[in-house]
C-alpha cells in the first residue's frame, strides 16, 4: 500500500489542522492505521492510531483530548484532526498503516510496515 500524507501548515498556537493520509494500492479496510512524529532533533514518537474497522483508537497522552483520529474506508483515508495547537507539537507527521497490528502495539514504530513520507506541522507561538 502507497501513503500519501497532506495538510500541515503552519498555524498558531491554539489553532487547528486537519492532516489526511490517502492510500492506495491494496484493500484499505485491511489496514490498520497510524500516525508519528519527529520534531528536531528528537526520535520519531506515537501520536494516534486506528484500527481497521475504525472502532478502536489509541492515542499518545501528550495528545488525548485534542487530537482525533479517524478514517473513511470508502475514500481510503485517515485523517488526524489536530485542535488547540502548542509548539510542542511543532514536528514532521508521518501516517503509517499494517494488516497485523493489534491493540498492544499499535503505538509501537516497528509494528508498521508502509509509511508515507510525512507533512510538516508548524505551531507558532
Known amino acids: 500500500v502507497q501513503l500519501q500524507a497532506s495538510g500541515g501548515g503552519l498555524v498558531q498556537a491554539g489553532g487547528s489542522l486537519r492532516l489526511s493520509c490517502a492510500a492506495s494500492?491494496?484493500?484499505?479496510?485491511?489496514?490498520?492505521m497510524g500516525w508519528f512524529r519527529q520534531a528536531p532533533e528528537k526520535e520519531r514518537e506515537f501520536v494516534a492510531a486506528?484500527?481497521?474497522?475504525?472502532?478502536?483508537?489509541r492515542y499518545a497522552d501528550s495528545v488525548k483530548g485534542r487530537f482525533t483520529i479517524s478514517r473513511d474506508n470508502a475514500k481510503n483515508t485517515v485523517y488526524l484532526q489536530m485542535n488547540s495547537l502548542k509548539p510542542e507539537d511543532t514536528a514532521i507527521y508521518y501516517c503509517a498503516a499494517d494488516e497485523s497490528i493489534i491493540m498492544s502495539t499499535m503505538a509501537v514504530e516497528n509494528q508498521y510496515a508502509y509509511w508515507g513520507q510525512g507533512t510538516q506541522v508548524t505551531v507558532s507561538s
Open positions: 486506528i484500527k481497521r474497522s475504525g472502532g478502536a483508537t
Open positions: 494500492g491494496r484493500t484499505f479496510s485491511r489496514y490498520s
